[in-house]
C-alpha cells in the first residue's frame, strides 16, 4: 500500500496519507513518500490549494511508536518530516488541513504546518511528546503563534487532550464542519481559498513569514539539536523499553499445542 497518494484536479491538490490500518502514524517510508507529494504540489503550477487529509478513522496518530520504540528514529527523519512541513509553509500556494479523527503528536505538527484548518467535531487534537521523552519538533515555535504561549505550553508539557470545540475556541481550528458528508462540507469550505488571487496570496503568505521572529526555517536548526539530544537521552531508552513490554503483552499467546482434536494435549 502506498502510505501517501496525490491527485491533482486542476487548481486543487489532495495529498491523503495512507496508512489507515495504523491512523496514518508517521513512519520512515510515509515521511519519504509525503516530502515528495509536497514538492509535487509545490512545483504544480497550476495548482492553488493544497489539501491534507488521512485516510481511513484519522488524520494523523503522529509518530510511529513502534518504529520509536524500537530505536529507529534517528535526527534524519526528524529533518526529513520537517522538510515536508517547511515546503506546506512556505509554497506559493495555500495549503488546507482537513482534520477527521485522531490529530496527534506529529499529526497535528503537520496540521499546524498548514495556512488553514478544518475539522469535524469528532476530532481529537494532542501534542504527547513530552510523556514520551521527546519534544514535539517545531510545535512549541509554531503552536504559540496560532494559541497563544500560555495554551500551547499546557497543551504541550502536559500531553492533555482536546476537542474540536475548544481546538477552535483557542483558535486551532478555523472550520469546523460535522462529521456526516465531512468531504462536501470541506469541499465548500474550500471554494474561497480557491478563488482567491495568486498574487495577492502569495504577497499575503511572504508578509505573514515574517510577522514573528525568528523565522520558523531559522530556528530548525535548534530544534533539530534538541530532538537529538533527546533521541540520545537515557528517558527515552526507559519509555522505549516501557512501550516495548506493553507491546509484548498485547501480543496474542500462542494456542496450546493439540492434536486436532479439541481439549486433547498433542503427543510428546
Known amino acids: 500500500m502506498t502510505p501517501v497518494l496525490i491527485d491533482i484536479d486542476g487548481p486543487l491538490a489532495r495529498i491523503t496519507l495512507n496508512r489507515p490500518d495504523r491512523l496514518n502514524a508517521v513512519d520512515e517510508a510515509l515521511a519519504h513518500d509525503l516530502d515528495q507529494a509536497v514538492s509535487a504540489a509545490a512545483h504544480a503550477s497550476a495548482v492553488r490549494v493544497v489539501l491534507v487529509q488521512g485516510a481511513g478513522r484519522a488524520f494523523c496518530s503522529g509518530i510511529d511508536r513502534d518504529m520509536l520504540g524500537r530505536g529507529a528514529i534517528t535526527p534524519a527523519f526528524f529533518e526529513l518530516t520537517e522538510r515536508a512541513r517547511l515546503g506546506l509553509e512556505s509554497m506559493d500556494k495555500i495549503t488546507v488541513a482537513a482534520v477527521h479523527g485522531h490529530c496527534i503528536g506529529g499529526g497535528l505538527q503537520l496540521a499546524i504546518a498548514c495556512d488553514i484548518r478544518i475539522a469535524t467535531t469528532g476530532s481529537r487534537f494532542a501534542v504527547p511528546a513530552v510523556a514520551d521523552a521527546l519534544i514535539p519538533g517545531m510545535a512549541p515555535v ?99 523499553a516501557h512501550w516495548r513490554r506493553r507491546t509484548e503483552r498485547r501480543k496474542p499467546q500462542a494456542p496450546f499445542p493439540t492434536n486436532g482434536t479439541f481439549g486433547q494435549t498433542a503427543p510428546r
Open 142 to 240: 509554531r503552536l504559540p503563534r496560532l494559541i497563544g504561549l500560555g495554551p500551547a505550553r499546557r497543551l504541550m508539557l502536559s500531553g492533555a487532550e482536546i476537542g474540536c470545540e475548544e481546538a477552535a475556541r483557542l483558535g486551532l481550528v478555523d472550520h469546523v464542519v460535522p462529521d456526516e458528508d465531512r468531504e462536501a462540507a470541506v469541499t465548500e469550505v474550500l471554494q474561497p481559498y480557491l478563488a482567491a488571487p495568486h498574487t495577492a496570496v502569495v504577497g499575503v503568505k511572504q508578509l505573514l513569514a515574517t510577522a514573528f521572529a525568528p523565522p520558523v526555517a531559522d530556528v530548525a536548526p535548534t530544534a533539530a539539536r534538541l530532538f537529538a539530544d533527546c533521541l540520545a537521552s537515557a528517558e527515552l531508552a526507559e519509555a522505549n
